[in-house]
């Protein structure tokens, strides 16, 4: 019988994270902060205590919770003060999760109260300043947003380049799938990839985005990695392996917002026997380490540590899930049976400090 890991084994991992939106990984508690100090400044403020309005007993999906957790990401982390807070917190819940390489990705964004470069400015202070940089790596990716024009993306691409110094490693594609024509981008990506930044696109989310028409396209920005990547036609997926791009997957939110479900890969009224794990029913094209690992073991975490019974670490651990190592293993983030952490070229800098074994 296999032993699966506990969820404090799972926490003292080193682990490397790819792929981290950084208003995305602001906690309600963390926003919870940020909204008692600005609504004792600013009394107008109307919006509910984050910490009510995100609770956990409520049902989300892709179509209400993004939207809800935006309005309230933007309308409160506008000014620097809230911006350096929520940086700091992000910082140290990444590290307090065992985190020792990490690639943190933005979209530069300007407020009534925050231009875009000051905003880039102050969080790259944040990371230049964290006190336990020593134990963790960390790095910038700039994010283009579907919805921007043509020269906001251009504007992105000089603010990386201008920072490419001071730890901005990549550009990454992102925003509303459902939004926005992507082909209006490859000038932008281009002049990255002219001025050795990595390129990482959010790639056929959902059906809207996942036209052939599209992910040609977004092919051609010559991508370094790929995020998501669900909705792929068979074709495209051997394109992937052919040009060994690496893929970013998240596969505790992918099961928490019920898209495998819908695809048909997991059935919650018939989860999969994780007590006997045969690494035989891994998909032997896309066998693919699971990323993303961080916040599911913080205890304030409004996503659920079970979905309908059926523990996370059990799932993340069988291979058809995205866990465990297999013959096409695609190297990053991975951690080998011997304990070395697997760093291989998927990672941006190549850099990582602090502890690359596993504890005994």
């Not at 579907?146 to 603010?159: F, G, K, P, S």
């Not at 891994?282 to 380490?289: L, S």
């Not at 058809?320 to 080998?336: D, M, R, S, V």
């Amino acid at each position: 019988m296999a032993v699966v890991p506990d969820a404090d084994f799972m926490k003292a991992l080193p682990k490397i994270e790819l792929h981290a939106h950084l208003t995305g990984s602001i906690t309600p508690s963390t926003l919870h902060a940020i909204w008692s100090r600005r609504r004792a400044m600013i009394p107008s403020i109307t919006l509910e205590d984050p910490l009510i309005a995100m609770s956990p007993s409520r049902t989300w999906d892709t179509q209400t919770f993004f939207p809800h957790f935006s309005s309230y990401v933007y309308n409160l982390c506008s000014d620097k003060e809230s911006i350096v807070f929520a940086t700091n917190a992000v910082l140290n819940d990444f590290m307090e999760d065992g985190v020792v390489y990490l690639e943190l990705r933005t979209t530069p964004r300007v407020s009534f109260e925050v231009k875009t470069e000051e905003y880039v400015d102050t969080i790259l202070g944040c990371i230049e300043k964290f006190a336990s940089r020593d134990k963790m790596s960390t790095y910038l990716i700039l994010s283009i947003d579907r919805r921007n024009t043509y020269e906001q993306a251009m504007a992105v691409v000089d603010l990386a380049i201008q920072y490419k110094h001071r730890r901005v490693v990549g550009i990454d594609l992102c925003g509303d799938p459902s939004k926005g024509d992507v082909s209006i981008f490859k000038k932008a990506f281009a002049k990255a990839k002219k001025h050795g930044l990595k390129i990482t696109l959010h790639f056929a989310e959902i059906p809207e985005s996942s036209t052939r028409e599209e992910l040609e396209t977004l092919f051609c920005f010559e991508p370094d990695r790929l995020g998501h990547v669900i909705h792929v036609p068979n074709d495209l997926k051997q394109e992937i392996v052919r040009r060994t791009i690496g893929v970013e997957l998240c596969m505790r939110v992918l099961l928490f917002l019920q898209v495998l479900a819908v695809l048909g890969v997991y059935d919650p009224a018939n989860p999969p026997d994780t007590e006997n794990l045969d690494p035989a029913e891994a998909n032997p094209e896309m066998n693919i380490t699971c990323l993303g690992a961080h916040s599911y073991l913080q205890e304030e975490d409004f996503y659920p540590g079970e979905y309908n019974g059926e523990s996370m670490q059990k799932l993340c651990a069988k291979q058809q899930y995205g866990g465990g190592i297999g013959p096409n293993l695609y190297n990053f983030g991975a951690f080998c049976a011997d304990g070395d952490v697997v760093f291989e070229h998927f990672a941006y800098t190549g850099q990582l400090v602090g502890a690359t074994q596993s504890p005994a």
